[in-house]
């Protein structure tokens, strides 16, 4: 479990969160999901939030999208008209962007261009898919192809990265960006109740951006409501919340088996030496030195401790098959931890047999005879 964490703590995501603070909106208001114009209002509504922000000192960069990369979001079915892969509609994920998320997060674009004031609502759809999308379902040159979404036309307009939009675990899906002045009038009511808004701010080091989010967003509108502000490295660490939760408890059930394993080694070991005592003392009577009780008992506890290590070495086998589902990834990187807990059982093994076996050296036989 803590190699799986290591593995998925060392993937790259595709962008740096350093530098850049994130906060969620609350769209839930009548005004923004509900009846005719909402998406005029929303978009009204980010641009000013946006241009608010993007003239306050030390903010570089201020982007809007429908949800935070590493969290999950809208998903869409989309076709490509004459695509020699077919035409039969395939389910991608979907983002709606304003024009500065790539340079918030710090991505250019690998082809075209990003979009800007020419994106409207009454100007033509374009879109920007990432590179997993062009490699996908535009073989060649993806710039001014045609896809099919919501029964419009959209022209793709750029190329953009791979960025890990789901989660670390999932490798860059298949992702198609859009402007937020373009999404479907009919759907921006079930986005903004479902998802609200995110934005992400690039800026300088020193710069309070959230106190500038909330005075920016009250400046526009004071029905919405900030309901969070995080740096996006935080966003990366609630991504590790499973992997973490996963190796604590596999961590604290391991520990709690050494300490089970290690008592019921030396209870075993302590019930036979004094069961054999009496042996024991005879043995010594006859000539038979301290240091050979204590070896006997001793090579008995480590001789039962091998056998366990091997059924336990059996057992990790079959867990991590067991567990591959909450794991990420295996390799010669899991060897080490193995090695690990094996040395880390043999040892308390070793010390469980050690004391029994130190009480056997004290043994004086006529005092366990005089017993008996």
Do not use: K
């Not at 509504?45 to 982007?63: E, H, M």
Request: proline share 5%; aromatic share 6%; net charge positive.
């Amino acid at each position: 479990a803590f190699a799986s964490l290591q593995r998925l703590s060392s993937v790259d995501a595709g962008f740096s969160a350093a530098g850049i603070d994130t906060a969620t909106l609350a769209l839930t208001d009548a005004h923004f999901s509900g009846g005719d114009n909402a998406d005029r209002r929303t978009a009204a509504f980010l641009d000013g939030v946006i241009a608010r922000l993007s003239a306050t000192p030390g903010i570089d960069a201020v982007a809007s999208s429908t949800s935070l990369p590493l969290r999950s979001g809208l998903n869409n079915s989309v076709s490509v008209p004459g695509s020699p892969m077919g035409e039969e509609p395939s389910s991608v994920e979907l983002r709606v962007v304003s024009p500065e998320y790539f340079r918030a997060l710090g991505l250019p674009l690998q082809a075209g261009r990003p979009f800007d004031a020419r994106d409207q609502r009454d100007t033509a759809p374009v879109a920007i898919v990432n590179r997993a999308f062009a490699e996908r379902f535009l073989p060649g040159s993806a710039l001014e192809r045609r896809l099919r979404m919501d029964d419009r036309d959209l022209r793709v307009v750029g190329v953009a990265p791979d960025i890990r939009e789901i989660s670390l675990r999932e490798a860059p899906a298949p992702t198609v960006y859009i402007p937020h002045t373009q999404l479907v009038p009919a759907l921006q009511p079930a986005v903004n109740r479902w998802f609200g808004a995110s934005l992400l701010l690039r800026a300088q080091a020193g710069v309070d951006t959230g106190a500038a989010v909330r005075a920016a967003v009250a400046g526009v509108d004071r029905r919405v409501a900030v309901l969070s502000q995080q740096p996006l490295s935080a966003v990366f660490g609630s991504a590790l919340a499973l992997e973490r939760f996963v190796g604590w408890t596999l961590g604290g059930f391991a520990l709690l088996a050494v300490a089970l394993a290690a008592v019921g080694v030396y209870s075993l070991l302590s019930q036979l030496q004094l069961r054999r005592s009496h042996e024991l003392a005879v043995r010594m009577a006859l000539g038979a030195h301290a240091v050979q009780n204590g070896a006997l008992i001793l090579r008995h506890g480590l001789r039962l401790g091998g056998y366990g290590l091997a059924l336990g070495a059996l057992g990790v086998y079959a867990c991590m098959r067991l567990l591959a589902g909450l794991l990420f990834g295996s390799g010669a990187d899991d060897l080490p931890w193995l090695a690990a807990a094996l040395a880390i059982s043999a040892g308390v093994t070793l010390l469980a047999a050690l004391l029994p076996a130190r009480r056997a050296l004290a043994i004086r036989p006529m005092v366990a005879l005089r017993g008996d």
